[in-house]
């Protein structure tokens, strides 16, 4: 199985900063990286598909870039409502989808 | 609008049976193939399997397979995920997500499921 880290595991940062958090998988998934939101009590949500694409109603301060092993999710700009867990998710044939163990960020 | 409404929230008791639901509206049913995410309490997500509304084709994750089961009614687009045999261990919350491309753009309000003696 191909096995996902990210880093850190949990940040602090003050609104306005640049975030970054990195994932990395143990083997070459070419851009099948995806990154999601999660606020506290809610579904994750969708933000990054394709290691570098921005899904339709994204705020433009998040983005990602990345191939093979190594992806990078950024915040350009820290809000108050960031404030959320982070998860890389790739695809592999078998055994199917893994998310990595997820970056918290607070403020 | 695209929309996945689960069912409600589930208390058990170890050994019981249990089925629950997401129901789809706002696009084809038959059109993406729809699987189920579990979180347990505190951790991260793990994706179970997913199945294809249009001939119930299904696939799962190794350490999924024959613990739960899948299953689409495409008469009520709606989507299954059921035990024969609950656990303590079964206990999370449980989303059903809709697949697009190599990801899950659209995601049920989740079920939390409660396995207790």
């Known amino acids: 199985d191909i096995q996902m880290t990210q880093s850190p595991s949990s940040l602090s940062a003050s609104v306005g900063d640049r975030v970054t958090i990195t994932c990395q998988a143990s083997?070459?998934?070419?851009?099948?990286l995806n990154w999601y939101q999660q606020k506290p009590g809610k579904a994750p949500k969708l933000l990054i598909y394709?290691?570098?694409n921005l899904e339709a109603g994204v705020p433009s301060r998040f983005s990602g870039s990345g191939s093979g092993t190594d992806f990078t999710f950024t915040i350009s700009s820290l809000q108050p409502e960031d404030i959320a867990t982070y998860y890389c998710?790739?695809?592999?044939?078998?055994?199917?989808?893994?998310f990595g163990p997820g970056t918290k960020v607070d403020i | 609008e695209v929309q996945l409404v689960q069912s409600g929230a589930e208390v058990k008791k170890p050994g019981e049976s249990l089925k629950i639901s997401c129901k789809v509206s706002?696009?084809?049913?038959?059109?993406?193939?729809i699987g189920w995410v579990r979180q347990m309490p505190g951790k991260g997500l793990e994706w179970m399997g997913l199945?294809?509304?249009?001939?119930?084709?299904?696939k799962y994750r190794a350490s999924f397979q024959g613990q739960v089961t899948i299953s689409a009614d495409k008469s009520i687009s709606t989507v299954y995920l059921q035990w024969s045999s609950l656990k303590a261990s079964d206990t999370a919350m449980y989303y059903c997500?809709?697949?697009?491309?190599?990801?899950?753009?659209?995601w049920g309000q989740g079920t939390l499921v409660t396995v207790s003696s």
């Open positions: 997500v809709r697949h697009a491309r190599h990801d899950f753009d659209f």
């Open positions: 706002g696009y084809n049913f038959a059109s993406y193939w």
């Open positions: 199945v294809f509304p249009t001939n119930s084709d299904t």
């Open positions: 083997q070459d998934i070419s851009n099948y």
């Open positions: 394709d290691a570098s």
């Open positions: 998710q790739q695809y592999d044939n078998l055994p199917g989808f893994t």
